[in-house]
């Protein structure tokens, strides 16, 4: 006979239904997906926060380190890099549904985790008002010399603040487009500044020594720790899963397009010229000439990295709002963003002097402490508390039978 | 005997409902009537008078107190008056059916079910307006349409409490999502074809008795930056026109604002000769950048206005020679740049490439904002107001579904009808963040391949 047995039919039955229910999406998935972040959304906002330091600030640091094997130091920092975001993923998955407070009281109990919580808090309000500041220093030195800081910190505050009054999910649909503007912007770069590269500017390999290239490796290491943003917003996931995948993948492209950032600096200015210019990425853009007709895009490049900065305040922004709110039992994480803004303006006009003493504060002498004590060590310490406390909640839940 | 004159049709009352009634001939509830009844297509009793009544208001004819009969028997004779279909006003088009949406609601109706003959088209009838009681159908397709969708459709429906309803508008105001968004969340539509299109996508549509404006929902930022014909025509010709409509679009909405912020504030990234060419023409006028753009802008906006409200014989004449009477006489009083000019024709002309005309009004609104900002802030202005606008965008919803869906969520499989459109033989799906519980527009057997096979078969057979 040769026709199909009714329990292989069913199972044809059945398979053909799942892949019938993947391929649709009812509008209450789509919704959801509306409301919840998910692990794509996660990763261009890892990524975005990540690449907007790239840009601009690591290949002069980790070049005034690692001299012409910058490109080196940002590929080796890969694995590492990836660990680190799967640490601070990893407790969203342990304990889904929480955020900030309740992981942290989840994984070291109420009142550890209550302090470790607000270690990160103010973690979060330092780092938002120190990129506000960095951004306007930027506006002030190159578009608007005469208005004073405390104008431009006002409104990118403002603009800052309506971003992180939003819904999780509305901020990660602000990071796909906004990222995806940033990495364009970088590839556009790279591509049109690609036939000025001369291989001679990164050789030979390894001429500043291992001494050299670790101080480099490290500097990159550092500025990794700005995953930590997730901790508050894990809540919203969509998948709680896809939480560590996703700033594990954001660490490991950003190293990669990183390092090629650093190469094409490194390559087409040479070493010394990189190390010294503010921002070799638009250094670089500017040589770009295609056809006399194609210039000046490095303008445009600072556009989309002013973007990326805004959305990158803006994340760590929410991320302190929604932490705050968690604390301290509101419905609401809006309800404490324009207070917040007050302070942030307040701290991101008194976190620094000027622009030289914001570099002096990105050294690596002074940040590599900081980041070594409260991430990556508190990360992966409470990565491992969530496997410990997590495994034993499981083992609760599951019972004796 | 009951009727509004005016309302209902005196010759098919008196031919087919009182001509049987004089003869004799039995009355009977149903279509038709039949052969021995009441010749007009519908015919119901009814208990309740205001019910009676309300069917009166409609072009009805009652008959009351019967012989023998206890309730009142209402026919179908509705004849009011109306304009016959015509080519809409203001969705004009190259090759696009020129049949539109009229004022009479049946109309419409026949309309939509002309080109969805299917027992699944659902019309759900309702009244609207508690004095007006204008009729509002809500047309979906069962099957197709989410049924969450249609509930929650349903529910805002409900909620449109207020006493007249004289157009589509007031319904949208009621059921939108965000009231204070410049930017359309319903697609209003006079074409039968639109909202067959659109129907047949998982969308709902509502069309009001008394307007030829359909509203349809839920849309996307995407969806109001595309037009029907990019699907009639060629894709290839349809893609690149969604292309440079897009491009329009943005155009209108920030190159005043860049124009303002680069000859304010960087002028150092224009290129030398261009800036020389506009320093020169910048010569002897007294004002800023800023006030020129805000008095062309203006100027423009009142011609446009006024084009509009005048007969149209006259109001597009008025609306071209008005501009170039106007920025002639400006440029030479040198009130205003040519340079600016220039800008304000191209905003205008990128202006009326969006093809929803609500869409294109947000830009208009937005517009003055990128153009004050740039004049106080510069790029940084610019780069602002752009950040609050992606944001408001971001969190914006039609109907539950993310405005900038599916690139914000991202949905890869509905890529294909984007900014770029694939063939239709490659457009398997319906958009996936509608959640159309049947998401295939056609069998996956038999796709481009088997076209391609039946098109080389077909040849085969002539040769």
């Known amino acids: 006979m040769g026709g199909v047995g009714q329990p292989e039919a069913a199972r044809l039955v059945t398979g053909l239904r799942q892949r019938r229910s993947r391929v649709r999406m009812t509008l209450a998935e789509a919704r959801r997906l509306g409301q919840r972040l998910s692990g794509y959304q996660l990763f261009w906002m890892a990524l975005s926060v990540r690449l907007v330091t790239v840009v601009a600030l690591l290949p002069t640091l980790t070049g005034s380190r690692a001299g012409r094997d910058a490109w080196i130091a940002f590929l080796a920092a890969t694995v590492p890099a990836a660990a680190l975001g799967w640490a601070i993923g990893y407790p969203s998955a342990r304990f889904p549904g929480r955020g900030l407070v309740g992981q942290a009281r989840a994984s070291f109990g109420l009142w550890p985790g209550t302090v470790v919580a607000l270690v990160y808090l103010a973690g979060y309000l330092i780092t938002t008002a120190t990129i506000l500041r960095e951004y306007t220093d930027a506006i002030v030195t190159a578009i608007l010399p005469t208005t004073p800081p405390v104008v431009v910190v006002s409104i990118i505050t403002v603009l800052a603040g309506v971003a992180a009054s939003q819904e999780t999910a509305a901020m990660g649909r602000l990071a796909v487009l906004l990222g995806g503007v940033v990495v364009f912007s970088v590839v556009i770069i790279g591509g049109l500044i690609s036939p000025e590269i001369r291989l001679d500017n990164l050789m030979p390999v390894g001429s500043t020594g291992w001494r050299g290239f670790l101080s480099g490796l490290l500097m990159v290491l550092v500025w990794h720790s700005q995953y930590v943003f997730f901790y508050p917003l894990a809540d919203t996931m969509a998948e709680p899963g896809a939480g560590p995948k996703a700033l594990a993948l954001a660490a490991a492209v950003s190293s990669v397009l990183g390092s090629a950032i650093a190469a094409v600096a490194v390559g087409v200015l040479t070493a010394e010229l990189a190390v010294n210019a503010s921002f070799p990425l638009f250094e670089v853009a500017r040589l770009v000439s295609v056809g006399e007709f194609v210039q000046r895009i490095d303008a445009v490049a600072v556009g989309a990295w002013g973007l990326g900065l805004v959305l990158s305040a803006s994340l760590f922004y929410h991320a302190a709002a929604r932490g705050m709110a968690e604390l301290l039992g509101l419905p609401q994480h809006r309800l404490v963003v324009k207070p917040m803004g007050v302070i942030l303006v307040v701290v991101a006009m008194a976190v620094a002097e000027d622009s030289i003493e914001m570099r002096r504060f990105t050294d690596v002498k002074v940040l590599a402490p900081i980041a070594a004590a409260f991430v990556w060590l508190l990360a992966s310490v409470w990565a491992a508390a969530a496997w410990l406390r997590g495994g034993a909640t499981a083992a609760a839940q599951k019972g004796p039978g | ?463």
């Open chain 2, 1 to 463: 005997m009951l009727f509004l004159k005016g309302m209902a049709d005196t010759r098919v009352i008196a031919r087919n409902v009182v001509r049987p009634l004089v003869l004799g001939l039995p009355l009977q509830a149903g279509d038709g009537g039949g052969a021995g009844g009441v010749f007009v297509s519908q015919v119901q009793a009814v208990l309740d008078p205001e019910e009676a009544v309300l069917r009166i208001l409609d072009g009805w004819t009652a008959v009351v107190g019967l012989p023998g009969t206890g309730p009142i028997w209402v026919a179908d004779t509705s004849g009011r008056p109306g304009r016959t279909v015509e080519e809409p006003q203001s969705e004009t088009g190259v090759r696009v059916p020129r049949e539109g949406f009229t004022e009479m609601l049946e109309t419409n109706l026949a309309l939509v079910r002309t080109r969805i003959r299917h027992p699944h088209l659902r019309v759900e009838m309702r009244r609207v307006g508690t004095r007006s009681r204008t009729r509002l159908a809500l047309i979906y397709v069962e099957g197709v349409a989410e049924p969450d969708l249609v509930q929650l459709v349903r529910q805002r429906l409900q909620g449109v409490t207020i006493d007249s309803v004289l157009e589509s508008g007031y319904v949208e105001e009621f059921i939108e999502d965000s009231p204070y968004s410049p930017f359309p969340q319903t697609l209003r539509t006079e074409r039968p074809d639109v909202v067959a299109a659109n129907v047949l996508e998982g969308h709902f549509a509502i069309l009001v008795d008394g307007t030829p404006f359909a509203l349809i929902g839920p849309v996307t930022f995407w969806q109001l930056l595309t037009v029907e014909e990019d699907y009639y025509e060629r894709f290839i010709i349809g893609s690149l026109l969604r292309l440079l409509r897009i491009g329009a679009f943005l155009i209108s909405l920030m190159l005043p604002g860049l124009y303002v912020a680069v000859t304010t504030h960087h002028q150092e990234m224009i290129p030398t000769d261009l800036l020389l060419s506009i320093a020169a023409a910048r010569e002897g006028v007294p004002f800023p950048a800023l006030v020129e753009a805000l008095v062309m802008e203006l100027n423009f906006e009142l011609l446009r206005e006024a084009g509009l409200r005048l007969p149209r014989a006259v109001g597009s004449a008025v609306s071209i020679v008005g501009a170039l009477v106007l920025g002639q006489a400006a440029i030479s009083a040198s009130l205003v740049s040519p340079a600016m000019v220039i800008v304000v024709a191209i905003t205008a002309i990128g202006s009326f490439a969006t093809p929803v005309f609500s869409m294109a009004i947000a830009a208009r609104i937005i517009r003055f904002g990128f153009v004050l900002a740039a004049a106080v802030m510069g790029l940084f202005g610019v780069q602002a107001v752009a950040v609050l606008v992606l944001i408001h965008l971001c969190a914006l919803r039609s109907f539950g579904v993310p405005y900038l869906a599916p690139v914000a969520p991202t949905v890869l499989g509905d890529w294909r009808d984007l900014v770029l459109r694939a063939p239709w033989w490659a457009m398997r799906g319906r958009p996936r963040f509608l959640g159309p519980p049947d998401p295939a527009r056609r069998p996956l057997a038999g796709g481009a391949q088997g076209l391609r096979t039946g098109s080389r078969a077909a040849e085969g057979q002539q040769v």
